[in-house]
C-alpha cells in the first residue's frame, strides 16, 4: 500500500508514514485506496487481534512489518475493549469502554500500536530514537506507557507545571529510565513550542535523532479503527442491525477511524460527534465555513481542540461541509450539560462517566426521538472517570473505584525535572 499526503507529496511507504508522522508539505498521510470488506471476510476472526489482522493486512503489503503484524497487534490488544449493554428502556444501547489499557484512556490503543511499529522499525540501542512529545494530560502518558523500557527508544514528555491534575501529572512521571518526564513552567502552548523548537533546530536534530508521537501520525489511527470494526461485526452478528456510533470528539482521531471503518464497508450505521465548547465543526456544518479558532478550556480537557488537524483527512476522504453533514452529526456539549450528564450517567447507569465520555451520552439523550428509535447505538467510552475524580466526585457525591492499572501507576514512584520554557533548558536536558 501507497501513501500520500492530503496536500499531494507522496507516494511513501507504510514505514516512512509512521516515521514522519506529517508529510513534508505539511499534510497527513492517508492510504491512496481503502480496501473494502465483505463481512464474511471476517467470518473466522472471534477477537480483536483477529479482526485487526483482517482489517489491517492491506495496509502493511510492501512493508518491512507486514511480517510482524501479529505480534504487534498482540502488544497493542493486550487489554479487553468490551461493549457494556446500558440500562436504556429496553433499547440496544451499550458503552464501548476504551478506558482498559495501562493509562485508561483509548490513546493507549494508538500509542501502544505506533510504539510496537517503530521499536521494530528503529529501535537503535547505539543510537537512540528521542520522540518527543507535548501534553495537556491524556496523551503524554499513553505515550510515556507505550515506550517504556523499549531499547532504543526514549521519550521527553513535556507538561505544563501545575495545570495538570495530580493523577494525570502521576501518571506522566512514573516510568523507566528512558522516559524523562519534564514539568514545564509554563502553559501548554510553551510545551509545544518547544517540540517543534526542537524539531526544527538542525544542530538539536542532528543530535538526537527527534521523531514525534501525536495524534496525527497515520499509526495511531490505524489500529483505532479496529475496534469500531469489531464492535459493529459482533452487534451485526447478534443483531443483524448497523449500530450508529456516539463519539466523544476533540482533534477528530477517534471519530476518524469510526469513518474510516464505515467507508471501508463495515456495518456502521449512523456517526455522530460529540464535542465540548469548542464549536469549530458544529459551526461548519451549520455555516459551511471552516473557521479554527483558539481552543476554550472546558472540563473535557483532552477535547479542547480550536483547530481539529484530522479535518483535513476528513475532507480528503468523504467531502467538504455540505456532504458532510449529510453523513455525519454533530452537538456541541456545554460543561454545564457535562456536569448534569455526569450526574444522571450514575443515576441510569450505576456508574460513572467521565467528562469526555459523557458528551457522548448527552448526546445520546438528545437525540431525535425518531432517529433515536431507528437505529441500536453504541456510546463510545473514552476515559475512565477515576482519571478525572477531581471533577466527577462532587458530582456524584461519592468515591470513584480506582481501577486496577490506575492503581498501579499511582503506587510507583514519581519523578520529573523542572524546567523553562526556553530552548536552551531543553537541550541541556537532553545531553
Ligand atoms: C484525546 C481524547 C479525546 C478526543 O479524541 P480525538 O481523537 O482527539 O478526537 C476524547 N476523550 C479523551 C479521554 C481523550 O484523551
Redesign the pocket.
Known amino acids: 500500500m501507497r501513501y500520500f499526503s492530503t496536500r499531494g507529496v507522496g507516494p511513501v511507504s507504510l514505514d516512512d508514514a509512521l516515521r514522519l508522522g506529517i508529510a513534508s508539505d505539511g499534510g497527513l498521510f492517508l492510504p491512496e485506496t481503502l480496501p473494502h470488506f465483505d463481512l464474511a471476510e471476517f467470518d473466522g476472526a472471534q477477537t480483536i487481534p483477529a479482526v485487526a489482522h483482517v482489517l489491517l493486512q492491506p495496509f502493511f503489503a510492501g512493508s518491512a512489518l507486514a511480517g510482524d503484524l501479529d505480534s504487534i497487534l498482540a502488544e497493542t490488544f493486550s487489554f479487553p475493549i468490551p461493549a457494556t449493554p446500558l440500562p436504556a428502556g429496553g433499547r440496544d444501547v451499550s458503552l464501548l469502554e476504551l478506558?482498559h489499557g495501562p493509562t485508561v484512556?483509548?490513546?493507549d490503543v494508538g500509542a501502544g500500536f505506533l510504539a510496537a511499529c517503530l521499536s521494530r522499525l528503529e529501535g537503535d540501542i547505539e543510537n537512540p530514537l528521542t520522540i518527543l512529545v507535548a501534553t495537556s494530560?491524556?496523551?503524554g502518558g499513553?505515550v510515556a506507557a507505550a515506550f517504556d523500557q523499549r531499547p532504543g527508544m526514549r521519550v521527553v514528555v513535556l507538561f505544563p507545571d501545575g495545570r495538570v491534575s495530580e493523577r494525570q501529572a502521576h501518571q506522566l512521571c512514573c516510568w523507566s529510565d528512558n522516559v524523562i518526564s519534564l514539568k514545564v513552567q509554563g502553559a501548554f502552548d510553551d510545551c509545544q513550542a518547544l517540540v517543534k523548537g526542537a524539531m526544527a533546530d538542525p544542530e538539536l536534530s542532528r543530535r538526537h535523532r527527534f521523531s514525534s508521537a501525536n495524534?496525527i501520525n497515520i499509526g495511531r489511527l490505524l489500529p483505532?479503527s479496529t475496534y469500531y470494526a469489531d464492535a459493529s461485526i459482533r452487534h451485526f452478528r447478534r443483531t443483524g442491525h448497523k449500530p450508529g456510533f456516539i463519539?466523544?470528539?476533540?482533534?477528530?482521531?477517534?471519530?476518524?477511524?469510526c469513518i474510516m471503518a464505515r467507508e471501508m464497508g463495515l456495518p456502521i450505521g449512523p456517526v455522530i460527534l460529540a464535542t465540548n465548547a469548542n464549536r469549530t465543526i458544529a459551526d461548519y456544518f451549520e455555516t459551511l465555513e471552516w473557521l479554527p479558532r483558539a481552543s476554550l478550556q472546558t472540563l473535557?480537557s483532552?477535547?479542547d481542540?480550536g483547530d481539529?488537524s484530522?479535518m483535513e483527512r476528513l475532507r480528503h476522504l468523504v467531502g467538504d461541509a455540505d456532504v458532510l453533514r449529510d453523513q455525519l452529526g454533530v452537538l456541541s456539549v456545554t460543561d454545564e450539560q457535562i456536569e448534569t450528564s455526569i450526574r444522571q450517567d450514575f443515576r441510569d447507569f450505576g456508574f460513572a462517566t467521565?467528562p469526555?465520555?459523557a458528551t457522548a451520552t448527552h448526546t445520546w439523550r438528545q437525540l431525535d426521538p425518531e432517529l433515536a428509535s431507528r437505529h441500536d447505538w453504541i456510546l463510545v467510552a473514552?476515559?475512565h472517570p477515576a482519571?478525572f475524580e477531581t471533577i466527577v466526585e462532587p458530582l456524584i457525591g461519592t468515591a470513584v473505584p480506582v481501577p486496577p492499572e490506575l492503581e498501579a501507576l499511582l503506587s510507583r514512584p514519581a519523578k520529573s525535572i523542572s524546567v523553562e520554557p526556553t530552548l536552551a533548558s531543553l537541550a541541556t536536558v537532553l545531553e
Open positions: 478506558y484512556a483509548f490513546k494530560g491524556d496523551t499513553a495524534s483505532q463519539i466523544p470528539t476533540g482533534n477528530l482521531g477517534n471519530a476518524f477511524a473535557a483532552a477535547m481542540v481539529p484530522n467521565c469526555h465520555t473514552t476515559a482519571k
